[in-house]
């Protein structure tokens, strides 16, 4: 059986990189001749995140798909930019924002979902936490609220995150062709996949660099799908340090390192 091969990046910041570093990025994934490309968040920031994409999409001609991060809403809101992502999808086919019931068929068996995500303050020690993102001031719908308000509003993205996935895993799996199901997100959705310096994030990050509300969905949902021998492999990303963790049988969690200024393919998946 011939083996499609799909390379995987996060945390690219593309905002953050000259032309040149564009070009060199952009030939190392033309000679790997794959089938795609899978981004799991963290692409640019939200007034250059398309032109981005566009660029990029020209440059390696195969398909894109991709979840947003946390700084591809910078300087604008979440909503905005996911709704400028479906019309953007319209008129450049090749760039698929997964979520919304995206189901994309990898080969006869493997399939790719995906969800933004987002982190919902559960894991580690939010209450006693000063830990300041730049989230909380360059995101419309972080801004403006005390602590207190925004775990709220974390809480909620995450719910809503794990709700559309979800739905999609749910429609997944009752296709008993369905062997293996890719599932691509920003956040950590387990506090063991926060990596960061080979150690699991400290209770102060962890709140902002994990999420537990998704991290459950998925192990919930899928369990009698992996009983029954069937694999979740779950992509992420944000912590920008590498590490694997087993969240119970059948299922691996990824987190991909980045470095600002120098995008790298994390990882080639041979399917
Ligand atoms: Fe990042
Ligand atoms: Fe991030």
Known sequence: MNHKKYLWCSDIHL????????DYFCNYINKQK???????????????VFYDLLEL???IKIPIYYVFGNHDFYCSSIKRVRRTA?????????????????????????????????????????NNSDVQ???????DELSHLSKFERKKVLESLTQDSADRLNETLKAVIKDSKV?????????????GAAWYNDCISEPFYAPFFSNRIIGETIMNT?????ENDGKIQILCGHTHWSGKMYPGM?????????????????????I
């Not at 794959?34 to 250059?48: K, P, R, V, Y």
């Not at 493997?110 to 559960?122: E, M």
């Not at 730049?134 to 995101?139: A, E, P, Q, V």
């Not at 899928?222 to 992996?226: A, G, H, I, Q, V």
Request: a negative charge; glycine letters at 8%; one cysteine or more.
């Open 133 to 139: 993102l730049n989230d909380f001031f360059y995101i």
């Open 86 to 126: 479906a019309s953007f999808h319209l008129t450049n086919s090749n760039c698929i924002h997964l979520g919304s019931n995206d189901v994309i068929n990898l080969n006869q068996n493997t399939v790719l979902i995906g969800d933004d995500g987002w982190y919902d303050g559960l894991n580690g020690d939010y």
């Open 34 to 48: 794959a089938q795609g490309l899978i981004i799991t968040g963290d692409i640019s920031e939200a007034n250059n």
């Open 222 to 226: 899928t369990k009698e799908f992996r």
């Open 179 to 191: 062997k293996k199901i890719i599932i691509a997100t920003h956040v950590p959705p387990f506090h």
């Open 250 to 270: 059948n299922a691996e969690c990824l987190t991909a390192s980045a470095e600002y200024g120098n995008p790298r393919i994390y990882l080639t998946l041979e």
């Open 57 to 59: 999409e020209q440059k």
């Open 15 to 22: 905002n953050c990189i000259r032309s040149h570093v564009l």
